[in-house]
């Protein structure tokens, strides 16, 4: 077990995971399929809820960084799946989908999303994103709007200046100590085993835990 210091305290403060994490981490619905998509050499994993056959535009969700689709959302999921149906994709090296040796990229992970979206041959959805997610679904509208109905962002800012200030010093400096302010707002010890949990079948191990968590420390960066 990867033991949480002040260094990872400051990189998951960077990756924006904060009490949200630990609201939203309730066992989901089961989910009504599941797969994998090939998005270059990599099978990126996802879950449908619901009928993707109803004629009715789906819902998008996307995780945050060190996320996965239960841990996130898990809480909304029935909710939203009652309504219309969800899709979740687990991105590069997270949950269920496997690493590769390249950087972690918002270009890199919208060609994963968009491959899902294609292997299931939806052409247009509802974009929920949560943190690292929600940046993606940003990125998605402005590279690729044809394929958002609506875009819904939880979380997420575009640039430094709207966050928290010492968080945002975190992102220029990962190695400072958090302020005890900011401390208030990272990830428990609890909410960081229940991240790390999520990665528990991970196709490269579990392993792959840490491997992502450097890989999102110089994307933040």
Excluded: W
């Amino acid at each position: 077990m990867m033991t949480l210091t002040s260094t990872s305290r400051s990189c998951m403060g960077a990756l924006q995971a904060s009490v949200l994490v630990g609201a939203m981490a309730t066992p989901a619905l089961a989910q009504d399929t599941e797969g994998r998509a090939m998005s270059g050499d990599l099978g990126i994993y996802y879950q449908v809820h619901g009928d993707l056959g109803s004629g009715m535009v789906p819902f998008l969700v996307l995780h945050g960084g060190m996320g996965t689709i239960e841990g996130d959302f898990g809480a909304l999921l029935p909710g939203l799946a009652a309504r219309r149906p969800v899709i979740g994709v687990e991105q590069q090296g997270h949950g269920r989908t496997g690493g590769r040796d390249m950087p972690v990229t918002l270009a890199a992970m919208r060609a994963d999303t968009l491959a899902v979206l294609d292997a299931l041959d939806i052409e247009r959805v509802h974009a929920v994103g949560f943190s690292m997610g929600g940046m993606l679904a940003l990125d998605l509208a402005l590279a690729a709007p044809e394929r958002l109905a609506t875009l819904t962002a939880i979380s997420v800012s575009q640039n430094l200046d709207g966050m928290y200030p010492a968080i945002a010093e975190m992102n220029r400096n990962p190695t400072a100590e958090p302020s005890p302010d900011a401390l208030k707002l990272l990830p428990s010890e609890e909410d960081f085993a229940r991240m790390q949990a999520g990665f528990a079948d991970n196709p490269d191990g579990p392993e792959q835990f840490q491997r992502t968590f450097a890989q999102l420390q110089a994307f933040m960066v």
